[in-house]
């Protein structure tokens, strides 16, 4: 959970969506783990509310405000969660799989009574199966690529799945995890929280900037960035890459495009950091022109500016990035290449796209009235 939880993307889902159902006039509460590696100055009105027994141990029950949220953190006192970690040990299926035992009973001892149960990736998956006294469950997958026996039963157990792309639902549905459920399954792109990811108020941005100071505020930053790593001051595009450094992220590519840029004269900055379906929007967001593979989410946000006018306008959109299919080199060149050129030789194309980009919509506000509907398609059924 963002800010004071994080280690991929799933934190600032959870924040994000939170605050946008709870916008929408809904009553929401986050329940995690009480980590003992949270910063928990970030988190307002902190206090305990007793506890009760379970498992074997006291569980403590803290409540604060995290980002505008009420959440409950449970403190096993066994220790499950005082590892100055939040994922990583050897027993996290033991740990994690306490903590849903636990938020159940949470439910049952302070008598909380939730219409929906919205449990996210293999942590929570046990919930699905749980004792959820009548609560209806939505199960949401982030990365299949981890959990997959757990995702499993909770796709079995659960009301209504979704995924964070309409693609990567379609990409996952043959997954033996997924298939026999599809019915179930609905795919909602995530959304990025424009109050955090604001140009025109960013205060770690050395300008801030509008759409319409675009150039001026992202000159400033790139001449900021290379100061700090010491680049040198030349005027010249910076290709930055966000990923982890895993082999299903590809670094064969990312090796790939460090070179490519490097003979076009451009700089690369490469952020070796937990990524997730949100990087490209954020980036557009800030008017940085994404360069994709067409999969996953990346296929349902980044429409190719040179051959996809017909595809981003099927979707409400228009074309706002650079695009490649095959998993190799050849496929990275044609992208990147197209890019590149551009921003060198299309000043004025690059400036349009820049604008547009930073004109588009990447906020929770449909993507979290796409899950207020399937809560009530799931309290139906």
Request: aromatic share 10%; with cysteine; hydrophobic share 40%.
């Amino acid at each position: 959970m963002a800010p004071i939880a994080k280690v991929g993307g799933m934190g600032d889902v959870v924040t994000a969506l939170g605050r946008a159902v709870q916008e929408e006039g809904h009553s929401v509460e986050c329940i995690i783990p009480k980590y003992d590696s949270i910063n928990y100055s970030q988190v307002e009105q902190l206090r305990q509310e007793g506890g009760f027994a379970f498992g074997g141990t006291n569980v403590r029950v803290w409540k604060g405000i995290v980002d505008g949220l009420p959440t409950t953190f449970l403190e096993p006192e066994n220790g499950h969660f005082w590892r100055g970690c939040i994922y990583g040990r050897n027993d996290d299926s033991v740990r994690f799989g306490f903590f849903c035992g636990a938020a159940l009973q949470y439910l049952k001892t302070y008598n909380v009574q939730p219409s929906i149960i919205h449990c996210h990736d293999w942590p929570s998956a046990p919930v699905a199966w749980g004792d959820r006294m009548g609560a209806k469950c939505i199960f949401t997958i982030h990365n299949l690529s981890y959990g997959a026996d757990l995702v499993a039963r909770a796709m079995a157990a659960c009301d209504v799945a979704t995924t964070v792309s309409p693609t990567y639902a379609q990409e996952i549905s043959g997954h033996s995890a997924v298939a026999p459920h599809l019915g179930k399954l609905y795919g909602i792109r995530n959304g990025i929280d424009t109050d955090v990811w604001d140009p025109s108020s960013d205060p770690h941005l050395p300008v801030a900037y509008s759409p319409d100071a675009a150039l001026e505020g992202k000159d400033a930053a790139r001449r900021a960035l290379r100061s700090k790593l010491n680049l040198s001051q030349i005027d010249v595009p910076i290709v930055g890459c966000v990923t982890r450094l895993v082999a299903q992220k590809g670094i064969h590519l990312i090796k790939h495009a460090a070179w490519r840029t490097l003979e076009r004269g451009a700089q690369f900055v490469l952020l070796g950091s937990a990524p997730d379906g949100r990087v490209q929007m954020i980036a557009m967001q800030y008017g940085t022109v994404p360069v994709v593979r067409k999969t996953g989410g990346l296929a349902d946000t980044v429409f190719d500016v040179d051959h996809e006018e017909q595809r981003a306008a099927a979707a409400g959109m228009e074309t706002n990035g650079f695009v490649f299919e095959s998993v190799d080199a050849a496929g990275m060149d044609y992208a990147l290449n197209r890019a590149l050129s551009m921003w060198y030789s299309d000043k004025a194309g690059w400036r349009q796209l820049v604008h547009r980009v930073m004109r588009q919509d990447w906020s929770w506000y449909s993507p979290a009235l796409d899950y207020v509907e399937l809560y009530y398609k799931a309290m139906r059924s």
